[in-house]
């Protein structure tokens, strides 16, 4: 009978150089414990519905149906949240737009701001006699009426509804501002309105060349550029009404 140092030293030589008859035979326990594995699983998943009763798969159905509503009925109320936040962000970017063209507008009517575009440039020069006050006076209410969005004067004053006209010891004054012939008015608008508004019959244009002897040209031009700008004045006393 072998010593037990003998045989244990035996099975470490075994262990450490297999036979070609022992890696097969651990091979084939790896594949079939593999196989087991998987059968067990297999079969734990065939299990899952395998062997109930036709009222719990009912139920099961029932609760499956039940999600798939809730679920439905959930996109549905997700794509009308977003329908509204789109709508009301449209909205809202269409009111800030108005209210910037609103701006733009009243801006350019208060003549606070450098403007330019089409329009007419009309130089009146003395002649025989002085040119009077209200002839410059009717030749800016007739530009307006004809609708002209902005009026310079002599590339000094920016002509708006609170401009005044005087004369002051024989000089014309507009807003303070003294000017000397030639005058010269440059209007943005239509260029044919603007000047068929101005040249009729009995027009400013005619009184200017007829009764004061004046010579006027009016050319029409692509671009008149409007650059002197009004400041507005602070209101010290007056505020906003409740609500607006």
């Known amino acids: 009978m072998p010593e037990p ?17 022992q890696v097969v035979v651990a091979v084939l326990l790896a594949v079939l414990g593999f196989a087991g594995v998987a059968q067990v699983r297999s079969t734990a998943l065939d299990d899952t519905y395998d062997g109930r009763r036709e009222e719990d798969l009912i139920e099961i159905l029932n609760a499956l149906t039940g999600t798939s509503d809730r679920a439905r ?7 009308e949240d977003r329908r509204e ?6 909205a809202r970017l269409a009111a800030i737009q108005q209210g910037e063209e609103q701006l733009e507008t009243l801006n350019i009517l208060a003549g606070v701001v450098p403007v330019s ?4 440039r009309i130089t009146v020069t003395e002649q025989v006699t002085p040119v009077r006050v209200d002839r410059l006076l009717d030749l800016v209410q ?11 004067l002599n590339d ?16 014309i004054e507009v807003d303070g501002t003294p000017l000397e012939s030639p005058y010269v008015l440059e209007a943005i608008g239509d260029p044919g309105t603007l000047e068929g508004g101005v040249r009729f019959l009995s027009g400013p244009v005619a009184a200017l060349e007829n009764q004061d002897g004046a010579g006027v040209d009016i050319d029409q ?5 409007v650059e002197s700008v009004r400041q507005l004045p602070r209101a010290d006393f007056a505020e906003p009404a409740q609500g607006q």
């Open 85 to 90: 936040l789109q709508t009301s962000s449209n």
């Open 73 to 79: 009925r959930e996109i549905a109320r997700l794509e």
């Open 156 to 171: 000094a004053v920016r002509l708006v509804a609170q401009s005044s006209f005087q004369e002051v010891e024989g000089v």
């Open 117 to 120: 575009g089409p329009g007419i």
């Open 221 to 225: 031009v692509d671009e008149v550029v």
């Open 142 to 152: 007739e530009l307006r009426t004809a609708g002209a969005e902005a009026i310079e």
């Open 5 to 21: 140092d003998d045989a244990r030293a035996r099975v470490r030589a075994a262990l450490s150089r297999p036979s070609r008859s």
